[in-house]
């Protein structure tokens, strides 16, 4: 390596599920991105930005990569091929704890017709399986090279930078050294709120959420943010289940949000949760774009 300033753009991309969020964070070392078992969790391209004294690299996260269902499937397509057009090089992030399926096999085509330079990254090395597998990994394309990393644990990501780093041209920083997303906060604070609807409530209600950050307000005279924040979902159904029996299970999305929001901001948070029915707002194009989702 020699002197010269690198920058680039660099797309996060792989079937969901695989870890490319978990990845992200910990690149950053802070969390700008939601992480869930449930795939399709990430709905916006999200950028986060590593500041190092030689190189400057913006990732580029994107949802899961799959065929279009409905308004929001086709939303978040959309935005993977945004995401591709653009960038100096792509990280196809695969799943090392499992073989090869079609899914990994759909994007890995993608890319091929993308033309985007790729570096193969193999996660969840915490839990590598078989050396077949990972045969039948690099034989998806014509990569500059294989990783092997766990997002988990953060080994190998040391390496992963460094290699990733040798790819980009000489550039210039892009973005100011402390900004670590170009994402709003309350976009990544309502993502919070987000991540733990999905952890702890059932399979039915996960998709059809989306959290809207009304207000964050800093008091002056304290260490405190009042931050207010609606919920909104497709059916009165799914609004019993967000709330829970006596307002249980709202409570508890709002204590492990809050929490988070607190490490984040470094400040106590006042957290005040609402919940309400937006019929069919996936469906909708103007409720998508009112959400966020443009
Ligand atoms: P994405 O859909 O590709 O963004 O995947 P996420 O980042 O949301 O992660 C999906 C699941 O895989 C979560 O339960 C993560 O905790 C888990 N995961 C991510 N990285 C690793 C890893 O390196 N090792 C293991 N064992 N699990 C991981
Ligand atoms: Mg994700």
Not at 159 to 170: F, G, M, Y
Not at 216 to 234: H, N
């Amino acid at each position: 390596m020699g002197d010269t300033y690198r920058s680039g753009f660099v797309a996060i991309i792989g079937r969901p599920n695989v870890g490319k969020s978990t990845l992200l964070n910990r690149l950053l070392g802070q969390k700008v991105a939601i992480v869930s078992d449930k795939p399709q969790t990430t709905r916006n391209q999200i950028r986060g930005i590593l500041t190092l004294p030689h190189a400057q690299v913006v990732f580029v996260d994107t949802p899961g990569m799959h065929k279009p269902f409905h308004l929001l499937g086709e939303y978040m397509m959309r935005e993977v091929r945004g995401a591709l057009s653009d960038v100096d090089l792509a990280l196809l992030v695969v799943d090392g704890s499992q073989p090869p399926g079609q899914g990994d096999r759909f994007i890995a085509e993608e890319l091929v017709e993308a033309k985007v330079p790729v570096l193969l990254v193999v996660n969840k090395g915490d839990r590598l399986g078989d050396a077949e597998w990972l045969r039948g990994y690099e034989a998806l394309g014509d990569f500059l090279g294989t990783v092997v990393v766990s997002a988990l644990t953060g080994g190998g990501l040391g390496d992963l930078v460094r290699r990733l780093i040798d790819h980009l041209p000489p550039g210039p920083q892009y973005y100011p050294e402390d900004m670590v997303s170009d994402q709003p906060l309350k976009f990544i604070l309502g993502e919070y709120i987000r991540e733990k609807v999905l952890e702890l409530t059932r399979e039915e209600v996960p998709h059809s959420v989306a959290v809207e950050v009304e207000e964050v307000s800093p008091r002056e005279d304290r260490e405190l943010t009042d931050i207010r924040a609606t919920i909104y979902v497709e059916k009165d159904s799914q609004k019993g289940i967000i709330i829970g029996k006596g307002g249980q299970m709202l409570r508890s999305i709002g204590q492990l949000a809050r929490t988070e929001m607190e490490a984040l901001l470094e400040r106590q948070v006042n957290l005040q949760l609402w919940v309400k029915v937006k019929k069919d707002w996936r469906h909708q194009e103007g409720s998508l774009r009112s959400l966020g989702y443009r």
